[in-house]
């Protein structure tokens, strides 16, 4: 197993390079922002692009509803603030200015999930892949660490269609190769196993890097797929994995709730029933923190993905 | 067009189309729809710079309209039609199953003319200023031009967008309300007073004008005025009041008809009171 960790780096600091990089290559980007532009780390974008950057104030209603009328007009919106604000404070704004209505718009939303930390519950949105992923024609997209959230930053303007693309505030390991294409809705095999498969998605995904270390060290040989793309899922690749290994576990910081493994769930529901344990957040509002100490009091370790792979092949 | 006494015609029988869509599948909103007839037809018939019946979504060198109150959307078909964007023929599937004249405006069926979904109340001001934001970017010397109700201004969102607008100095946008001082459960003023409405959009940076939207003449004559105003650095707002239910007596000066539709009498005395100028449906 060879997971070289390049560098340690925020997933935000990413969305911020890849957009800057469009703002060279691509001038029908725009990005909007709600008074979050450090946070987002939007600067280099607005120091580039002043014209094409639009400050909107804290005003994240109006953001939505002015990105999907500038679609009109050929630009490719791009808006960010705190997750928290882009799906459950303008949820309607979405669901008709931009979904139902088949807008161009980039959703890009940071500091999600309990990772957040010390700002506490008002700001740590555990629900926005479910609500994203219910609004039919979204695409919802939760890459893993910088390189990765770079490249989707990018892949995503050349899509046509509104998406929500989400990552977060801490440093974490930066191992996907700054080179690895991405590919919208194909997963990404990690490690090949026959034990169990972890599927996981965001941050959990080195979690679960960390996981199949200490299950090899058990004499466990777990397959590792990443799941950027929540929506559309990759069925291929899910049912030809737990087709393989016949038990698998989903790992996400998200309420389990509306989350990845619900998405799995449904699809071996239908297809392949097979045993599944799920790592994720069990219905409670998260709290003040540090990220590391949250993710352990809501179960969300990587010793919580080893013991639920265990428990998974224990029910096969 | 400016003959007054064409565009009164026109007007005419959209309000013959309103009621007979309205009752056609007996439901959809005539009042604040026969209120706003007027201005439509001065809108699509004289005053948009516009490519009908060509249309297409990013609606490049021409000015664009977005209506927010998506509710009235039987006078925007009706218009939309009319002026030849669709056929005439399809104005009785509104409201039908399988129909692209959906209860409230929406592009997923690709009627021509609907650049944006709106139904669900205080999001078109938003999107009329991204659009407008997007022409200026464009250096697209052309307006957009939003329609709202006026009980939809108790919407918080009005007021983002209504802030974004003045601080800004989005001069190529005209947004009109509808000032008709009715909403569903009765006037405005008894359900939430707007209070003085000119006096708040001007504190937020708005060129103000009041205006007779059902009066042809006046119309054209304060559109035209507007126009004259654009590009000078501040939005502006049209106050225009209308009288909900224009055009048929008994269904004028109520909220009643906001949202319900004629049973076959009173469509029949509707029909009476409006003249076929152009050819039913």
Redesign the interface.
């Known amino acids: 197993m060879e997971f070289k960790v390049i560098n340690y780096q925020d997933t935000r600091s990413g969305f911020g390079a890849g957009l800057a990089e469009l703002g060279r290559r691509n001038p029908k980007v725009v990005a909007l922002c709600a008074d979050l532009t450090g946070s987002l780390k939007m600067e280099v974008f607005e120091k580039e692009n002043p014209d094409r950057f639009f400050q909107v104030g804290i005003s994240e209603a109006h953001m939505i509803g002015m990105a999907a009328g500038m679609t009109i007009g050929g630009y490719i919106p791009f808006t960010g603030t705190f997750a928290n604000f882009s799906t459950g404070r303008v949820y309607d704004q979405i669901r008709q200015s931009v979904a139902y209505s088949g807008k161009n718009v980039k959703i890009c939303a940071s500091h999600a999930g309990l990772t957040l930390g010390e700002d506490g519950a008002t700001h740590q949105i555990l629900e926005d892949i479910g609500m994203m992923k219910m609004l039919p024609g979204m695409t919802v997209i939760v890459p893993c660490d910088y390189n990765q959230t770079k490249a989707a930053t990018m892949a995503i303007a050349d899509f046509e269609g509104p998406v929500y693309l989400r990552f977060g505030r801490p440093k974490v390991a930066n191992f996907t190769p700054e080179d690895q294409p991405f590919i919208i809705g194909k997963a990404v095999l990690l490690k090949e196993g026959a034990d169990v498969t972890i599927f996981a998605t965001g941050h959990m995904v080195w979690k679960a890097v960390e996981a199949i270390q200490q299950l090899h060290e058990k004499g466990v040989n777990a397959e590792l797929i990443n799941i950027h793309t929540i929506k559309p899922l990759d069925e291929e690749a899910v049912l030809a994995s737990a087709g393989k290994t016949k038990c698998v576990v989903t790992a996400e910081e998200h309420q389990q709730n509306g989350g990845l493994g619900d998405s799995i769930a449904q699809l071996l529901s239908r297809r392949m029933p097979l045993p599944i344990e799920m790592v994720a957040v069990q219905d409670v509002f998260g709290q003040s923190g540090t990220p590391e100490q949250l993710l352990a009091e809501y179960g969300l370790e990587h010793i919580d993905i080893a013991e639920a792979a265990l428990r998974a092949i224990s029910r096969k | 067009m400016n003959d007054i006494n064409q565009l009164n015609r026109i007007s005419t029988q959209v309000r013959r189309d309103i009621v007979r869509m309205v009752h056609a599948c007996q439901s959809g909103h005539p009042g604040g729809s026969l209120g706003c007839a007027d201005f439509l037809v001065a809108l699509y018939f004289s005053q948009l710079n516009h490519k009908a019946p060509h249309f297409d979504?990013?609606?490049?060198d021409e000015d664009?309209f977005?209506l927010s109150n998506g509710h009235i959307s039987p006078v925007l078909y009706s218009v939309l039609a009319r002026r030849g964007y669709f056929p005439v023929e399809e104005l009785k599937t509104f409201r039908k199953i399988h129909s692209r004249l959906q209860g409230h405006p929406?592009?997923?069926e690709h009627l021509p003319g609907i650049?944006?979904?709106?139904?669900?109340l205080?999001?078109?001001?938003?999107?009329?200023?991204?659009?407008?934001?997007?022409?200026k970017?464009?250096g697209?010397k052309h307006l957009v031009y939003v329609l709202m109700g006026d009980g939809e201004q108790q919407e918080?969102?009005v007021w983002?967008?209504a802030?974004?607008a003045g601080?800004k100095g989005i001069d190529n946008l005209i947004a009109v309300i509808d000032y008709n001082g009715q909403q569903i459960d009765g006037p405005v003023e008894k359900v939430m007073s707007l209070g003085d409405l000119k006096a708040k959009y001007e504190a937020f940076g708005w060129s103000v004008i009041t205006v007779d939207g059902n009066d042809m003449a006046s119309l054209l004559e304060i559109l035209e005025l507007a126009k004259s105003y654009a590009f000078k650095g501040a939005p502006q707002l049209l106050l225009m009041k209308t009288e909900m239910g224009q055009g048929v007596d008994f269904m004028m000066g109520t909220h009643k008809w906001h949202g319900s539709a004629p049973n076959d009498e009173q469509l029949a005395v509707a029909l009476a009171q409006l003249e076929e100028t152009l050819g039913d449906y």
């Open positions: 979504m990013n609606g490049h664009l977005f929406a592009t997923m650049r944006i979904a709106s139904g669900s205080g999001q078109g001001l938003s999107v009329a200023i991204g659009a407008a934001r997007a022409k970017l464009n697209d918080g969102q983002e967008a802030l974004h601080a």
